[in-house]
């Protein structure tokens, strides 16, 4: 009877190690990320714990402004954008489809809605697709995490 005593305390106390109370050490624990906007932080390039309406500083003014379009312009082609930095304000493109920096405007086909941008290269190969700013994927009403087919217009 001792010895089965002895044999359930020697089992109880090398537990306890697994249970933090002995000299190993416990595990880390991986960070917690907290969903923004209903989608993981970690499926986009956003700083942890920002959500995009923190990060699109621009005003209504500037997106009624940038909801307007003054005219058609030359098409340069259909692009598929993806979030660009979202840390970088203002309403822009970045694409192959450009060589250099001009002003210009994408469509959504599959609404019609479009936004004035800067049209900014990047250096890309043609077809390599496209990024584009967070406060012009919100206003065409785009999900962050979406692959949008837009095209381009240059002015």
């Known amino acids: 009877m001792v010895r089965k005593g002895l044999f359930l305390m020697m ?3 090398a537990g306890c190690g697994r249970l933090g109370f002995g000299d190993d050490k416990p595990e880390a624990m991986p960070p917690m990320i907290a969903p ?6 970690s499926a986009l390039p ?7 309406e923190a990060l699109d500083t621009t005003s209504s003014a500037e997106r009624a402004q940038a909801a307007q379009v003054t005219g058609q312009g030359v098409r340069l082609g259909v692009t598929v954008a993806s979030l660009g930095d979202p840390t970088q304000p203002g309403f822009w493109l970045k694409t192959p489809l450009v060589g250099a ?7 959504l086909p599959a609404t ?7 049209l900014l290269p990047t250096g890309g190969a043609e077809g390599s697709g496209s ?10 009403g785009v999900d962050l995490t979406g692959l949008p087919e837009v095209v381009v217009y240059r002015y």
Do not use: F
């Open 112 to 118: 019609g809605t479009s936004a004035q941008v800067d």
């Open 11 to 13: 089992i109880a106390v």
């Open 131 to 140: 990024q584009m700013s967070l406060p012009t994927l919100r206003l065409l």
């Open 46 to 52: 956003m700083p942890v714990g920002a959500t995009a």
């Open 101 to 107: 920096p001009a002003k210009g405007r994408v469509e």
């Open 36 to 41: 923004t906007d209903d989608i993981a932080v």
